[in-house]
């Protein structure tokens, strides 16, 4: 079965400063991951998807990250950090079902925090 | 531009109390999703409807049920409210066969 490690629930960074939000998958195959964001009281947003095309996926808002296999890690990455930035972030993978649905496994979260 | 609503942001009930959270997609999605949120523990999945009157148990079914009567529409129905059903609720949206799911702004419920 499929699962999702984010290895920080807090982040806590400076603005301009870069961003990593780390995330480790556990999967049988090949697998589809997703980064999504929440903001404070909002339902969740697509950042960047992976779908086995190139490695390095860019995303939305300036996001991106990178599929290692051989760390079967999709951690999320930003170079200079903004203050609209602070949000909670989920790293997600995509568990394909025989019936031909597909049902999304959620990491925990990350809380990132941006200071002035 | 995609578009799923939920009826409430904000929902305070007492214990016992039968409890409908509605949601709705405009997107001619077959698939539709309800979670619920809570700190640390990320989203789980509690049902899911992949067409009309179609529906299968998610992780955390218990205490749950729902209805899809029209393709926009999957409700969410707490029988009788508890207060450890306290949490967030977030309805999603697919196409058949995709993987993007597209959220809700969700709604938060206290059970008292």
Known sequence: AQSVTQLDSHVSVSEGTPVLLRCNYSSS???SLFWYVQHPNKGLQLLLKYTSAATLVKGINGFEAE????????????PSAHMSDAAEYFCVVSERNPGGY???IFGAGTRLAVHP | DVKVTQSSRYLVK??????????????????????????????RLIYFSYDVKMKEKGDIPEGYSVSREKKERFSLILESASTNQTSMYLCAS??????????GPGTRLLVL
């Not at chain 2, 697919?94 to 959220?103: A, D, M």
């Open chain 1, 102 to 104: 597909n049902k999304l």
């Open chain 2, 94 to 103: 697919s196409p058949w066969g995709g993987e993007t799911q597209y959220f």
């Open chain 2, 14 to 43: 007492r214990t016992g109390e039968k409890v409908f959270l509605e949601c709705v997609q405009d997107m001619d999605h077959e698939n539709m999703f309800w979670y619920r949120q809570d700190p640390g523990l990320g989203l």
């Open chain 1, 67 to 78: 599929f290692k296999k051989s760390e079967t890690s999709f951690h999320l990455t930003k």
């Open chain 1, 29 to 31: 195959y090949s697998p």
